[in-house]
């Protein structure tokens, strides 16, 4: 199989189920946001996490596919097919127990901090806002997304400014007060 297929040379693609639409359609927009912030997580990664995140991180990436996936099949005719492309509530729980156990190495935060630090770190923060720009194109869809992708996004953008601080915790720097 060719890596390209000369179908989007006019500008479009095709959405899950065959549906043809222009590349800048909102839909597009927002599985193309969650395709950046993978790769940023891929760079993260490459940055020697501690195992215990980058295991995190490689699950998390896994996630944004099947994410990614969901969006692009907006009649829900994957469901049935791929159970490994379905985000469900407990990946939302998973998320939500990990920031629960790294924030209890961490100081209270009583400021905002900027961002910065170590170079996994700020590239963590710079993931982070990649995160909520996807989920606000996620949040302009129409018809919108199912809840539980909304509530993932969110839960992982609160992850990724906790691990950026962790990171940086580990490694002995102080966090910028705003």
Known sequence: MKIYT???????????????????DSRVEAYGDVDELNAWLGLVRSSTLDPDLDGAFLRIQRDLFALGAQLADPSGHLEPRAAKAIITDEDVR???????????????????????GVPAAATLHLARAVCRRAE?????????????????????SDLLFVVARVVNHRA??????W
Do not use: H
């Not at 998973?94 to 910065?116: K, V």
């Not at 129409?142 to 993932?152: E, F, K």
């Open 172 to 177: 002995g720097l102080s966090e910028t007060q």
């Open 94 to 116: 998973r998320l939500e127990a990990l920031i629960d156990r790294l924030e209890s190495e961490l100081p209270p935060l009583r400021n905002f901090i900027l961002a910065g």
């Open 6 to 24: 000369r179908t989007g040379d006019s500008g479009e693609t095709s959405l899950y189920g065959g549906v043809r639409v222009s590349k800048a």
């Open 136 to 156: 606000r194109r996620m949040v302009a869809l129409q018809p919108g997304p199912d809840a539980v992708l909304l509530q993932y996004v969110n839960r992982l």
